[in-house]
């Protein structure tokens, strides 16, 4: 899959630290990837990932954004006429899917599953970045942005898998996420800049 090179990338999660994003806007140098439904309650937004495309993304995709590019991480088998369930039903019109593989995954058409920040990472790095910084990482129970509570993995030992070449700062302060230096909010977008 043919992407855009991007050395600075902001990715945005749904965490409550991601809050003050509401009513601010990104830089425009910095390119903007919103993490499953951050992408609608971002002023902007450039991208949009998840890996676990349920009726919640599948409404998202199925109601873009203009100038947002769409990317899923998804099985293989997702939209085929022999799934079922969550991964039944025809594939998105103009959503580019990444196949999801274990682990790190360094080809282009790949990409991670199990959480889609760190699909949202793996993506930035499939761009080139350089310095990515993570705003909303925040690993615990607290209610999202866009309300309801998160049933989270270990999110330390997913991040851990973390074998790209960008230099990753994690912009949630009290994050339970311990596998990046931490900063406030307004250090991680003045460190993109």
């Not at 140098?29 to 937004?45: D, E, F, K, Q, T």
């Not at 019109?93 to 920040?117: R, Y």
Request: glycine share 8%; proline share 6%.
């Amino acid at each position: 899959m043919r992407l855009p090179v991007r050395k600075r990338v902001c990715i945005i999660a749904d965490g409550p630290s991601a809050e003050p994003l509401r009513f601010r806007t990104i830089p425009q140098s910095i390119y903007v990837i919103g993490v499953n439904h951050a992408s609608i309650w971002l002023p902007r937004c450039d991208a949009y990932m998840t890996c676990f495309p349920d009726h919640r993304q599948r409404f998202v995709l199925n109601n873009r954004r203009p100038g947002v590019r769409y990317f899923a991480s998804v099985p293989a088998r997702y939209g085929s006429a022999f799934s079922s369930g969550e991964l039944g039903g025809p594939r998105e019109d103009n959503v580019s899917f990444l196949t999801t593989c274990e682990g790190w995954a360094t080809d282009s058409d790949e990409c991670t599953g199990g959480n889609s920040a760190f699909a949202a990472l793996n993506l930035a790095c499939h761009m080139q970045a350089e310095r990515v910084a993570i705003i909303g990482l925040d690993g615990d129970d607290r209610p999202r942005v866009s309300g309801g509570r998160p049933r989270l993995p270990d999110l330390t030992e997913v991040f851990d898998q973390y074998r790209g070449n960008a230099e990753v700062v994690n912009g949630a302060i009290n994050s339970t996420v311990t596998t990046f230096r931490t900063t406030g909010l307004d250090e991680a977008v003045s460190w993109l800049v």
